[in-house]
DNA sequence: CGTGTAAGGAATTCTGACACG
DNA sequence: CGTGTAAGGAATTCTGACACG
């Protein structure tokens, strides 16, 4: 589901990582949550994915930079 | 998606229903959200489908008595 | 660089009740 | 019966900053 319907509770709870975590990786521009006009931000599955996956590669010991290009990369291909 | 994830405001906005009605329909036991330790509801994609087949039957001048009892048979069913 | 935390404020949600019909 | 609403409180989330390293 690429819907935008969970808050970051839910997020946090489902990725085992911290609201703080999962807000620097928006601010690093690797996720776009949507957000409400109170500006509670809203996360897809999808997102959850991206985010464990980000994890994974900060675990492995990329940056986030890193990431970003990797994703860049991956994007050109799935074209 | 059968996870329970998403708060009241969203399955409002994906149903176009108020919370109100939301609620109700839990108070019916028609709908069964879970709850965050701070008692917050979550609701997953299922969960937001049952609740437009709800107010599609009241709509057609169904009872939520009655819709409970259509629910049983419809699970009895599938079984 | 990536993450933790305390701080204050704003948005969200909760419950129980009164209202209408 | 099903839904709206005002009320007060509690939980959730937000931002910007300081800290460590």
Redesign the pocket.
């Known amino acids: 589901m690429e819907k935008k319907v969970?808050?970051?509770?839910?997020?946090?709870e489902l990725t085992g990582?911290?609201?703080?975590?999962?807000?620097?990786?928006e601010?690093?521009k690797l996720i776009f949550?949507e957000?409400?006009?109170?500006?509670?931000?809203?996360y897809s599955f999808e997102d959850v994915e991206k985010i464990k996956e980000?994890?994974q590669k900060?675990?492995d010991g990329?940056?986030?930079?890193?990431?970003k290009q990797w994703q860049a990369k991956k994007w050109s291909k799935s074209i």
Do not use: D
């Not at 969970?6 to 946090?12: A, F, H, P, R, Y």
């Not at 957000?35 to 809203?42: A, D, E, F, P």
């Open positions: 969970m808050n970051i509770g839910s997020v946090s990582l911290s609201e703080r975590q999962i807000r620097y990786y601010e690093r949550p957000r409400t006009r109170g500006k509670t931000r809203k980000i994890h900060l675990t990329f940056t986030t930079f890193e990431i």
